[in-house]
């Protein structure tokens, strides 16, 4: 059983920017997909970033493209996700999220994933 938690957000200026970090335990880092979405209030879930098995690629939504950089360390079995000129409609909940099994079809589909952690509050304001 896959564990995950996520850790690093909070408040920050347009312009600022923050990294999220998402600890796994419980299964082999490498082999899972790894991936990052969020949550707006009234809004549906949506893909933010994911990382192929072992990091082998990069995939991003388009809004983020060039501003989020999505990264592991399989030494601390830790996902990050690094956010630059963060924006107010990037505010949202952020999720880590892991499967063993997706194909790459099913990377930006967040019902495709097994294991969710419990999400951390990013807030974009001045």
């Known amino acids: 059983q896959v564990q995950l938690v996520e850790t690093g957000g909070g408040l920050v200026q347009p312009g600022g920017s923050l990294r999220l970090s998402c600890a796994a335990s419980?299964?082999?880092?490498?082999?899972?997909?790894m991936g990052w979405f969020r949550q707006a209030p009234g809004k549906e879930r949506e893909f933010v970033a994911a990382s192929a098995r072992r990091n082998s690629h990069q995939y991003y939504q388009d809004s983020v493209k060039g501003r989020f950089t999505i990264s592991r360390d399989s030494s601390k079995n830790t996902l990050y996700l690094q956010m630059n000129s963060l924006q107010p409609e990037d505010t949202a909940v952020y999720y880590c999220?892991?499967?063993?099994?997706?194909?790459?079809?099913?990377?930006?589909?967040?019902?495709?994933?097994?294991?969710w952690g419990q999400g951390t509050q990013v807030t974009v304001s001045s």
């Open positions: 419980g299964g082999s880092f490498g082999g899972y997909v």
């Open positions: 999220a892991a499967d063993r099994s997706l194909i790459q079809s099913d990377y930006r589909r967040h019902a495709a994933y097994d294991y």
